[in-house]
Every structure is written in C-alpha cells, then in structure tokens.
C-alpha cells in the first residue's frame, strides 16, 4: 500500500460522537452514579473527622507517629473531597480537549 493511502487510512473519521438516547437506562445511570458520589462524599467526611481526631490526639499525648498519620490522613481526605467534587468537571474538561484533537 503506498504512502499517501496509509495516511489516508489512519486518518479516517468514524464518526463517533457521545449522544443521548442511544440506549435505555441513561437516566438510571446517572441517578446511581450520582448516589454512588453522594456516598463517597460522606464517607470522606467520615474519614477526614477520624483522621482530625488521631491527629489531635496523637498531638496532646506525644505520639508522633499517630499525629503523622492523622496529618496524611487529613490530607487525602481533603484530596479525596476535591476530586469526588471536581469528578464532573474534570471529565467535561477532558472530554472537550480530547473532541478538539484532529
């Protein structure tokens, strides 16, 4: 196959785009996945109490150890609510770069 007609062949648009109503169920979908964040949110709130309380009282008894790991686990927690937060923005951001590439 020559050149030219393997570039030709590489750049060849399928014509796939996301579309609603494709498929039943879409709805349903986004309520579960919308549940699914709901849950995990709550349970970073969970996490990041628990995390406060070991490292307060790892602070007030002199046990370094539990205060760096109540430090840590404070932070994930907090990175943990930004990504469950930003989820939805992140993958629009994404998506739109990725539409854009040519």
Request: charged share 10%; proline share 10%.
């Given at each position: 196959m020559p050149l030219?007609?393997?570039l030709?062949?590489?750049?060849?648009?399928?014509?796939?785009?996301?579309k609603?109503?494709?498929?039943?169920g879409l709805s349903v979908l986004r309520s579960v996945v919308s549940s699914i964040n709901l849950y995990a949110?709550?349970?970073?709130?969970?996490a990041?109490?628990?995390s406060l309380a070991v490292w307060a009282w790892g602070h007030?008894?002199?046990?370094?150890?539990?205060?760096a790991n109540g430090k840590k686990g404070a932070q994930?927690?907090?990175g943990a609510a930004l990504g469950l937060g930003a989820a939805n923005g992140i993958?629009?951001?994404f998506s739109t770069l990725g539409a854009q590439v040519k």
């Open positions: 030219p007609a393997r030709i062949q590489l750049a060849y648009d399928p014509g796939i785009s996301p609603e109503g494709g498929l039943p949110i709550i349970a970073v709130v969970g990041l109490a628990v007030f008894t002199g046990g370094h150890q539990a205060e994930i927690s907090a993958v629009v951001f």
